[in-house]
Structure formats: structure tokens, C-alpha cells
């Protein structure tokens, strides 16, 4: 069975800092592109940022590009999104997924098979 289980989230003052992580269980991502999505409450479900199966190439959402940085190590199956000088415009759960087959970035989640449950970020202003 695969799982995608994010972890980090939590409660963070304006202009700070969090860093999630989404460890993978059942099967290798280290071919497969991953990414993450935000969904706020009322709001659909939005791209924020996608990195190819290597690491080598990674895209932003243009609200994020700049503060978010997203990076993956191979050998421990894990994925990484840090999040600086947050805002209250990114409370949101995140959620991270990856790609059943392609390597390549993708922003559209119709691209990504395997999802993960989600972790909560809250930002205060």
C-alpha cells in the first residue's frame, strides 16, 4: 500500500518559517515527479510547487516563488517544502503528491496518482 504522510505543519506568527516534510512508504518516488497543493478553507485546491524525479528542476507558484523552496532526498523516499516569510495568505492544509509514472514537473493534479492526507499551517498576523 502506498503512502504519502506529511509532517511540519502547525502554528507560526507572520514572517516566520515552517518546514514540511512527506515521507513515501510502498513503493519509490525516486523516478516520479512530486509536488505540493494548498487547499484553504472555501477555496479549491491550488499548485505550490513541483520538482522533477532527480531534484534538478523544480516550479513555483507565482504567490510563492521566492519565500517556498522545495527539495527531495532519493535515498530516504522523502520530499521537502520550506516555507519563509509566510503570510496569512498561506494558511492552508498541504497536501503532497506524487506521480505515478512521469518524472517530469507537472502543476495540474490530474498528473498526480498517490496523495497524501495533508498537514495544517496556520499563519497569525
Known amino acids: 500500500q502506498v503512502q504519502l504522510v506529511e509532517s511540519g505543519g502547525g502554528l507560526v506568527q507572520a514572517g516566520g518559517s515552517l518546514r514540511l516534510s512527506c515521507a513515501a512508504s510502498g513503493r519509490t518516488f525516486s523516478s516520479n515527479a512530486m509536488s505540493w497543493f494548498r487547499q484553504a478553507p472555501g477555496n479549491e485546491r491550488e499548485f505550490v510547487a513541483a520538482?522533477?524525479?532527480?531534484?534538478?528542476?523544480?516550479y513555483y507558484a507565482s504567490s510563492v516563488k521566492g519565500r517556498f523552496t522545495i527539495s527531495r532526498d532519493n535515498a530516504k523516499n522523502t520530499m521537502y517544502l520550506q516555507m519563509n516569510n509566510l503570510t496569512p495568505e498561506d494558511t492552508a492544509v498541504y497536501v503532497c503528491?506524487?506521480?505515478?509514472?512521469?518524472?517530469?514537473?507537472?502543476?495540474?493534479?490530474?498528473?498526480?496518482?498517490?496523495w497524501g492526507q495533508g498537514t495544517q499551517v496556520t499563519v497569525s498576523s
Open positions: 520538482i522533477n524525479w532527480s531534484g534538478s528542476s523544480t
Open positions: 503528491a506524487g506521480a505515478y509514472s512521469t518524472g517530469s514537473i507537472s502543476t495540474r493534479s490530474i498528473s498526480y496518482a498517490y
